[in-house]
């Protein structure tokens, strides 16, 4: 089913994002996570479509995979890195031929080694124009990626808003954003982006912290910043494991009950393939779902 249908009929969605394995556990282990996830009923499962041609069959044979088992909807990311428009086209043809009609479509990020993203000869410069080529194939529902801090590249908040609404008017269905922790980050991304005429759902994507070192190269690699005192309550618990992951629950539940107080349309969870803290989020949210 495509997630505008599923977010028409239940106003409001959960999802969650998992990755391929490239070494850290096995393809089992990864199914193993998306069944537990699978209990907590959400709308959708995304996978995420590896940096640089690394896991790129992975992606689209998981994502497959899932919809065969009938575990979940799913949604696949795609993105440009190094992809000629055919070699997009035949990726399309793969997601056809596996039912499954829910892209998120990404520029990508620049492959390891290369600091700026350079468009392949005969591909894509830019997310909107990925999404205005999956569109001609009338067959899928369009997610894009939104950043409620601003995207690191963008020379301005402003310009990054006008990008997001090109890919809006492209044909894009809904956002998903980039983590972030303060949550009037999100309000002003919302206020800004519904002045700029944007009026698909916004989705916050939402990533409970569970280990003080790798949060801090994820912010830093996509720019998110962790404000100061909950960067002082990770610091002081750094090598406690347990503790980081219980304050990072804690924090993740709180910043969520925010958010569906202030009416956001879903929440999109970066379980980063484990489902514990996951599970332990949803199920003390306070929303009734049906
Ligand atoms: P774009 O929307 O193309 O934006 C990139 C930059 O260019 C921005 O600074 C924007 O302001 C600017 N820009 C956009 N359009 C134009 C234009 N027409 N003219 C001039 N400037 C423009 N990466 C992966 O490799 N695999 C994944 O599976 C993946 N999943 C993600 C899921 C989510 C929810 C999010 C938020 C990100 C994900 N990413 C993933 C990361 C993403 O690929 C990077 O953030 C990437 O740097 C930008 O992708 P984009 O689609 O937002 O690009």
Redesign the pocket.
């Known amino acids: 089913m495509k997630i505008k249908d599923i977010y028409r009929a239940n106003n409001r969605l959960l999802s969650f994002?998992v990755?391929p394995p490239v070494r850290d556990g096995t393809i089992d282990r990864l199914f193993a996570v998306i069944e537990r996830l699978s209990e907590l009923n959400p709308d959708f499962i995304?996978?995420?479509?590896?940096?640089g041609g690394t896991t790129r069959d992975m992606?689209v044979d998981i994502a497959s995979a899932v919809k065969k088992r009938g575990t979940a909807e799913v949604m696949a990311?795609?993105?440009?890195?190094g992809a000629t428009r055919q070699e997009i086209e035949n990726v399309l043809g793969e997601l056809t031929r596996g039912n499954i009609k829910n892209i998120?479509?990404?520029?990508?990020?620049?492959p390891a080694g290369q600091t700026s993203?350079t468009k392949k000869k005969g591909g894509f410069?830019?997310?909107?124009?990925?999404v205005e080529f999956i569109g001609r194939f009338n067959f899928f529902c369009i997610?894009?990626?939104?950043?409620p801090e601003?995207?690191?590249?963008?020379?301005s908040f402003k310009?990054?808003i006008?990008?997001?609404k090109?890919?809006i008017d492209a044909g894009a269905d809904f956002v998903?954003?980039?983590?972030f922790y303060n949550n009037d980050d999100f309000y002003r991304f919302r206020d800004a982006a519904i002045r700029a005429g944007i009026n698909v759902p916004l989705i916050p994507?939402i990533f409970p912290i569970f280990n003080y070192r790798q949060i801090q190269k994820i912010a830093s690699l996509?720019g998110a910043k962790i404000p100061s005192a909950l960067h002082e309550a990770l610091y002081n618990s750094k090598d406690e494991n347990e503790r980081v992951e219980e304050y990072g629950i804690e924090y993740a539940l709180r910043q969520s009950n925010d958010l569906l107080q202030n009416n956001v349309p879903g929440l999109?969870f970066y379980s980063m393939n484990r489902s514990r803290h996951v599970e332990r989020i949803v199920r003390n949210l306070s929303w009734e779902r049906g």
Not at 46 to 51: D, E, H, K
């Open positions: 994002e990755f995304s996978v995420t479509y590896g940096a992606s990311h795609l993105t440009c890195v998120l479509a990404l520029r990508g990020d620049p993203f410069a830019y997310a909107n124009e990925l997610g894009v990626a939104g950043y601003g995207h690191m590249e963008a020379p310009a990054d006008e990008n997001l090109r890919k998903i954003t980039q983590l994507g996509c999109h």
